[in-house]
């Protein structure tokens, strides 16, 4: 049966990234002490098709995603799917982008009550041939900000809300990977408060309090995470966005931000 | 050229409601005080499919909706467009319905500066033969809640957030029909605050503490809403949806209820 | 510390559904021919609140639900999860939806190569005090569907597209739930074409020519899976929607249905 | 009343980009050949923010949009809104992207029919004091494609569906801004067959054979759009995304490109 991709193509043009995107499959995400979350990932792969081809084979896509479904995933699972695909689809670079909902457990600040709490979490996986694999840990971590001029100016009470805090983080690749859980509670120190699922009345009492005492705007917040994560070890590159789904408005307060650290 | 639709069809089967789904064409709404706002409105159009035939004919809810789009659009028009579904396409039952972002005037409440709010809004028909159309109009409102429990327990402060409205409304036919702004008056009423576009701080002092001095569990605007509905002329169906995006938790509040009138 | 919620309520509404919205956990879903797939699921949980109090306890909810997380769940335990909702939070009626991703394994048509498709799946529970619940299964099926009147009318060709068929289940309370593998392969029957994730070029030959010689219009799916179901023991309620995304337009032909079984 | 935002701010952190985001507010667009469309853009909005401040002023940001809502905006006024902003908010650079749904006329091939198609649009304006605006247009063209490979091996037919191409453009400053009329005309003349909101039948045929004599991989149409990009004067930068919602796939297949031009 003749294979219509595999034949030439005049129209010099080496395209960057070809593949496949929003394909579904389950894996397993590690877990800080141990254990495994398994998550429904959405995932984009694609690699560079040389100028001589007319088109990629789809189909190695999957079955390379295959040999890798229902089992842990992590950086070095990603590295080797990435060389994969630059083995059996012939190409000069590949990138893989995989994201999942991720769970992680908090407990009430008075009652001491567990709960799990949901994150939107993503990996990312750029590989050239013969060179190793740049790799970017995305987590967007849930929070409450209230206003310190709302606070200020107001005889009593202060707006506060819902708040978005969403990182991409890339490591030198001799770093140990940081764990969700930690980056989670990095984050959430920097809020004007956490949020949890489950609160008992002592808690909310405590985490209403709690945001009143600390009053940050999304620049605080955005400032004290980037102050945050410049103490991390091997970080070399992130960024930030911080966004205020505002009380008051129908809009809400974005800042955002990046760094290539020394 | 040969009718496939046409043909007959021996399975049995009356279909309920056969058409086209998320087709978008813009639109003209008449705002309270005069005057039109365009809109982009996205819509579901269907009939109902006798046993006898294979299949409606698309093409014509495209050719009907022509001879309505970039033009006024109420509930007199609804019915005309309908009424031509049921003509065209040998119907006994059609449905329409409509969604557009539509924007309503706020004045703030201290400064008296105007700005535009955006409300997600739906007309929805439906007609039988011979009969008067069925009109359900929808809006949703968004606005502050602000946490009764929270402000008792606490020493200081209260958890507050963005929060919405979701309104379905049936009036009696010979009603006239309420315009969206009026709606929106009147279920601001029952917010702990209504939301506004554009506050200059004397204006944010007002809403923080009008905030603090009405607050409200999602029960509360549910209840009062309901009681704000059953005064309205002509009304003789209605649902409502309230969900409070809470500050301190990464999950939704919520409540719901409906009712037919005497 | 004073109990808000359970205060005295005097505007005399009692509110049919109260609880919580948008709240992800993680579950367990029973595979055909065994085991378990975990999945993040997305949840809505109410309850009734009589007139006589002001609010219900949110919390609650939270503390049932996290007595199932990362546990099987199926119609005995929502069943079980609503009955500990009617008893914890002294309500009439209460309901428990969720929403979850779920994978099924597909057997390419030629090449006999094995590949996942993902699914959107839901279970939807209400109960009232003393009286057994009533569950709905949902389960969306994607497929290829082909076009009879553009392949009648034409020289060569035809327009195909993605589709999907989303069914909502009503059994009687004594049988034996269907497995969500099963159900799909009782719809898939019914397309132009089932869908696979992976398909090698002999398989994509197979499935061209299988829609081509398999044409059917949004009617033809619909009608098709109406008689599928109505053969289903045990099943006493059902609603059908067809939707094809087009390949020659930028909007969907859509078909809904639904029937109570005698 | 104090102005907190403009007190002193010690962490020695200039924010990137600080403002406003998913704010929805009424533009018009002006349409080839005369006349104006109205529409309701999302938009977001933002400027640097000096090390000195602790924060921006968030309702400047909405009076300097007010002043240009229900009025026509284009690169003209994407300009003065962005300088605007870098004079009240005393910035050093400022950023605004709208997006919205515009609608071109569409006739169809045999019939002459004329039809609106939706097409998602974006402006995309980046300005430093003191020097000219870089300028984004971002438009979503719509277009059947039809797979080479499928058709090659079949004895009869081709799976086709429904794709997209996603277009950002960055002209030189002295050139004329392109239409997104013409843009369109453009991107379709490399598709398998444009798309339309009405057929009729001699219509529908000569779409399907003319997808049928035109196949096209993702990999194809990228290249073509290249190609046919590269000739638009005075573009000095380009990015295309090329997605095919597979018709025989539950995921698509994918092809991204950018280009800097001499």
New interface residues.
């Given amino acids: 049966?003749?294979?219509?991709?595999n034949s030439a193509?005049h129209?010099g043009?080496a395209?960057?990234?070809?593949?496949?995107?929003?394909?579904?499959?389950?894996f397993f995400i590690r877990k800080k002490g141990g254990g495994f979350?398994?998550?429904?990932a959405t995932m984009?792969f694609?690699v560079s098709?040389p100028k001589e081809y007319?088109?990629?084979h789809?189909?190695r896509f999957?079955?390379i995603l295959?040999d890798y479904?229902l089992q842990p995933i992590a950086e070095e699972e990603m590295s080797a799917i990435l060389e994969a695909a630059l083995m059996r689809l012939n190409a000069a670079s590949a990138t893989l982008k995989i994201k999942?909902?991720y769970?992680v457990e908090k407990v009430a600040p008075v009652s001491g009550?567990?709960?799990?709490?949901?994150l939107d979490c993503s990996f990312f996986g750029e590989k050239q041939a013969n060179a190793p694999m740049d790799f970017t840990l995305g987590v967007n971590v849930?929070f409450?900000s209230?206003?310190?001029?709302?606070?200020?100016?107001?005889?009593?009470?202060?707006?506060?809300?819902?708040s978005v805090c969403r990182l991409k983080l890339q490591f030198d690749n001799d770093t140990e990977c940081i764990y969700i859980e930690d980056l989670t509670a990095l984050i959430e120190k920097e809020a004007s408060?956490p949020?949890?699922?489950?609160?008992?009345?002592?808690d909310?009492?405590f985490?209403?309090?709690a945001?009143?005492n600390n009053p940050k705007?999304?620049?605080?917040v955005?400032?004290?995470v980037?102050?945050a994560l410049r103490t991390l070890p091997g970080l070399k590159k992130f960024s930030v966005v911080c966004?205020n789904?505002?009380?008051?408005?129908?809009?809400?307060?974005?800042?955002?931000?990046?760094e290539t650290l020394a």
């Fill in positions: 049966m003749i294979d219509v991709q193509d129209r043009i395209i960057q990234n070809v593949g496949i995107n929003d394909i579904h499959l389950p979350l398994q998550v429904a984009r694609t098709l007319k088109g990629t789809m189909s999957i079955e295959n479904a999942f909902k769970f009550k567990r709960s799990l709490i949901d849930p409450t209230l206003c310190p001029c709302s606070r200020e100016i107001s005889e009593y009470g202060a707006h506060n809300q819902r408060s949020l949890y699922s489950l609160l008992k009345r002592e909310e009492k985490v209403t309090e945001a009143y705007f999304v620049e605080d955005l400032r004290d980037v102050i966004e789904f505002e009380s008051i408005h129908n809009h809400n307060a974005y800042a955002s931000h990046e």
